[in-house]
């Protein structure tokens, strides 16, 4: 059927020829019959094309002022003009299309042929020496004026529809569409959502790509590459923005961004990292391959078509990093800036193999700059804790000596932030610079030194010497629990840990001397010595003195220290054990000496109040307070 069709084409060719062979008296009037033809069937017109070639060159053979032939003489300029007639006829009837020339694929390959024709032609009239030759360059660069606009129409709706009629028209392939309702998914300039980054997305059907380049070859030699390169970019920018719009990001920041909560910027954070992975690993590299194809041969286009299209959404997108680096440096922001850290730090190995042009030179030294900035904004971070910590003031004192808020606040931050590998790659990069900057284990010390000061300080405020001890000894083994098998710990250090652990133990002495010190004064039985001593009057009215200091001390003790706090149970036996072990042997040795005395039943009758084992049990009924695990 094919070579039907063929045989076809050419019969009629052959008839067009001979009927102005035989109605055309001259050549020239040939040449009209078939620019007639032409100008109703654009087979005709390489025909056209090659009858006025043919006739070229015949008179390039003729004699030139009878000094015979000379093949250097240029073309009469009549030529030029019946040529140029005839490609204005030609490409105006394209140009005045009302619908796309590619929807046709003859119609786009004859229009393409003859803008080619109109490209020789100026060409070869710009080397035409005679001034007669300007009007005739002045009508072809008017007529290449028309094509580009035409071309520039032509490539806007290939590569970036903007109504839905126009993809109508193209397929994968890029031939038309006549019967489809819906459109293809798939050709839709939109990068879908993704699960992985190690791919490249082909936008454009390879079809499209083709139409593109050819199109761009004609604009480029026609003197308009970068209005080529600057209409490639307007609907390459809108692929961009869409694809990116659809991670629900908000538009780039503006200057009252940093006066909103933090809050709101934190929810902006996974989005844009999103946003980043998806423009600088698949979008970028996706572009950098379609531009290198679309302006395939001509690699200076290429690159600022690709400059002009993905620098500035890539700047917008960045401006968000920009944005947050440049915020306060309170410390709930550290985790969303780690998290900002880490994407900007692992795309830049990716932006250093795409973005090597020098029009991208700008966008990487950027990206480079937000990489330090959110680093310095990290460490500073750490020196407004520490200040925080410095001026938190000693207000109220907590009840039961319990873990204070800021130890709590202080030791769960650092758990969670030293849980991040990225944050000793952040210090040790400060570090490296010629000693300036601190190491992360000589930051969390120093944190945690601070910490203590300030606790330190915090206990003062306790009328009660014996509980501010158990205040300073719950917040200073809270600290070894939180520094307990984990990156803090590791950090302080086993002799940081083991002084800790010292002052705790020194605390708790200090507790036990100051509450205790009146019972253990009340037990003591220094100067009852023998028998006949302990069966003395005063002797008896000594032991029941005693009894009833201790009796005094003790119930004052169980209703105060009841319910203070003990930050875990393990502390709590500790310091029950620590009492019992001190009071009960004594308290049970002065019982058994009022029992040594003379009517010892009445005595005990009426002066023992608690039994041994009474006390024993008060004694376990201490620091209930609050009895709950750290958190």
Request: hydrophobic content about 45%; proline content about 5%; charged content about 25%.
């Amino acid at each position: 059927m094919m070579d039907d069709d063929v045989d076809g084409e050419e019969k009629l060719i052959a008839a067009v020829r001979h009927i102005a062979k035989s109605l055309g008296r001259t050549q020239t009037m040939a040449d009209d019959i078939l620019q007639v033809f032409s100008s109703f069937d654009s087979r005709f017109f390489a025909l056209e094309k090659t009858a006025s070639d043919g006739q070229q060159r015949c008179q390039l053979d003729a004699p030139i002022d009878g000094h015979g032939s000379s093949t250097s003489a240029r073309p009469p300029l009549a030529d030029f003009d019946r040529n140029l007639r005839a490609l204005e006829r030609q490409i105006l009837r394209f140009v005045d299309f009302n619908r796309l020339i590619w929807s046709d694929s003859a119609d786009a390959a004859a229009f393409l042929e003859a803008v080619d024709g109109l490209l020789d032609t100026a060409t070869d009239l710009n080397e035409h020496a005679s001034p007669a030759a300007k009007p005739l360059l002045d009508r072809a660069d008017l007529l290449l004026r028309r094509c580009v606009l035409r071309l520039d129409e032509e490539f806007r709706s290939i590569g970036g529809p903007t109504e839905p009629a126009i993809l109508q028209d193209y397929e994968h392939d890029g031939h038309p569409y006549h019967d489809s309702g819906e459109l293809d998914e798939q050709i839709i300039p939109v990068a879908n959502p993704v699960n992985g980054y190690d791919i490249i997305i082909d936008s454009l059907p390879p079809g499209a790509v083709a139409d593109l380049n050819d199109i761009a070859r004609r604009m480029a030699a026609a003197g308009f590459g970068r209005e080529c390169c600057e209409t490639y970019a307007g609907f390459r920018r809108s692929f961009f923005d869409e694809s990116v719009a659809r991670l629900g990001l908000l538009p780039p920041p503006s200057d009252g961004f940093l006066a909103s909560p933090w809050e709101d910027m934190e929810q902006e954070i996974p989005r844009w990292i999103e946003a980043a992975r998806l423009m600088f690993l698949i979008l970028i590299p996706s572009e950098r391959r379609l531009c290198d194809r679309v302006f395939a041969s001509m690699p200076a286009y290429a690159d600022l078509a690709f400059s002009i299209s993905c620098v500035p959404a890539a700047a917008d997108l960045i401006s968000f990093a920009a944005a947050v680096a440049s915020g306060d440096q309170g410390p709930e922001r550290l985790f969303g800036l780690l998290d900002l850290y880490e994407a900007v730090r692992d795309l830049l190995p990716e932006l250093d193999s795409v973005l090597t042009d020098r029009y991208s030179a700008e966008v990487l030294a950027e990206v480079g700059a937000v990489h330090k900035a959110l680093a310095a904004s990290i460490r500073r971070i750490f020196v407004e804790l520490e200040n925080r910590i410095r001026r938190d003031p000693a207000k109220a004192a907590v009840p039961g000596g319990d873990v204070h808020p800021i130890t709590r606040y202080v030791m769960n931050y650092l758990v969670a932030a030293c849980s991040r590998p990225t944050l000793a790659e952040v210090m040790a990069e400060d570090a490296s610079r010629a000693g300036a900057g601190v190491p992360l284990p000589v930051r969390v010390a120093w944190i945690a030194d601070i910490l203590l000061d300030n606790l330190d300080a915090k206990s003062k405020i306790y009328r009660d010497t014996s509980l501010s001890y158990i205040f300073l000894m719950n917040n200073g083994r809270y600290v070894l629990l939180k520094a307990t098998g984990n990156e803090v710990g590791n950090l302080l250090g086993e002799d940081w840990n083991r002084r800790l652990s010292s002052k705790v133990k020194q605390w708790a002495g200090e507790y036990q001397r100051c509450a205790w010190n009146k019972v253990m004064a009340a037990l003591r039985t220094e100067g009852f010595s023998g028998a006949a001593s302990t069966s003395s009057v005063a002797t008896e009215k000594a032991i029941r003195d005693k009894l009833g200091m201790f009796n005094n001390y003790l119930e004052d003790i169980w209703k105060t220290q009841g319910n203070w706090v003990a930050v875990d149970d393990q502390m709590r036996d500790e310091l029950r054990a620590a009492v019992a072990e001190a009071v009960v042997p004594a308290y049970r040795n002065l019982v058994a000496r009022l029992r040594q005395a003379g009517d010892a039943r009445w005595l005990v009758g009426r002066y023992l109040k608690y039994s041994v084992e009474d006390v024993e049990a008060r004694i376990n009924e201490l620091f209930e307070g609050g009895r709950r695990r750290p958190q």
